[in-house]
C-alpha cells in the first residue's frame, strides 16, 4: 500500500513563495503520475501540476510560471515550490498518485483510484 504524507503550507502575503512536500511510504507504480491538487470549499478538487516517471511536469493554465512541482527520487518525496502567490491560490493542497498519465491524473477523472495526502492548507492574503 502506499501512503503520502505532506509537509509544508501555512499563509503568506500575495507575492510571497512556500515550498509544499510530500513523502511516499510504500511503493508507487514505475509508471505513475504524483501530482497536486487544492480545494476550496464549494468547489471541486483541481488538479494544479503533475511529474510522470520520466520527469515530464504538467501544470494547470492557473499556475504556470508561477509553481514547480520536482521529486526527490533518493527520498521518495515530491515537491512544489509556489512562488508570486495570489489570494485565489488559497486552498487545501492535496498530493495524489496514481498509476496513469499526468493529463489524467490532473484531469479530477476517477478522484476515488488516486492515492492521497492528508491535505495541507495554504492561504495567501
Known amino acids: 500500500d502506499v501512503q503520502l504524507v505532506e509537509s509544508g503550507g501555512g499563509s503568506v502575503r500575495a507575492g510571497g513563495s512556500l515550498r509544499l512536500s510530500c513523502r511516499a511510504k510504500g511503493t508507487i507504480y514505475h509508471d505513475a503520475c504524483v501530482g497536486w491538487f487544492r480545494q476550496v470549499p464549494g468547489k471541486e478538487r483541481e488538479g494544479v501540476a503533475g511529474?510522470?516517471?520520466?520527469?515530464?511536469?504538467l501544470y494547470a493554465d492557473s499556475v504556470k510560471g508561477r509553481f514547480s512541482t520536482s521529486k526527490d527520487i533518493a527520498t521518495n518525496t515530491l515537491h512544489l515550490q509556489m512562488n508570486d502567490l495570489q489570494p485565489e491560490d488559497t486552498g487545501v493542497y492535496f498530493c495524489?498518485?496514481?498509476?496513469?498519465?499526468?493529463?489524467?491524473?490532473?484531469?479530477?477523472?476517477?478522484?476515488?483510484?488516486?492515492?492521497w495526502g492528508q491535505g495541507t492548507q495554504v492561504t495567501v492574503s
Open positions: 495524489a498518485a496514481r498509476g496513469t498519465w499526468c493529463y489524467v491524473l490532473l484531469s479530477g477523472a476517477d478522484l476515488n483510484n488516486n492515492y
Open positions: 511529474i510522470e516517471n520520466d520527469g515530464e511536469t
